[in-house]
């Protein structure tokens, strides 16, 4: 069975960075095409950021520039820097194929406030 289990979200200052890691079990990790999403309280879960197996990354246009999603196949984690952080990133964040495909993980909480 497929675990997908998210870390390290927080409370960050505006302007402020972060780095959150997802690890996948349970699964061939390297042939995926993985993705990061978000859901903010009352919308839609969204996509943000989508690494290809082959390292070609993606982005939404309101976190290009200040996001940037890698992967290391090793050790089957995907990872989100987020830096110069704004109130409206704001959310939950969740990894998963681009396709959805697997069952979603607990997601981690991110909050910008000052």
């Known amino acids: 069975q497929v675990q997908l289990v998210e870390a390290g979200g927080g409370l960050v200052q505006p302007g402020g960075s972060l780095r959150l890691s997802c690890t996948a079990s349970g699964v061939i990790f390297r042939i995926h095409d993985m993705a990061w999403y978000r859901q903010a309280p009352g919308k839609q879960r969204e996509l943000v950021a989508s690494i290809t197996s082959g390292g070609t990354t993606n982005y939404v246009d309101s976190v290009k520039g200040r996001f940037t999603i890698s992967r290391d196949n090793g050790e089957n984690t995907v990872y989100l820097k987020m830096d110069t952080l704004k109130p409206e990133d704001t959310a939950v964040y969740y990894c998963?194929?681009?396709?959805?495909?697997?069952?979603w993980g607990q997601g981690t909480q991110v909050s910008v406030s000052s």
């Open positions: 998963n194929t681009v396709f959805r495909r697997f069952n």
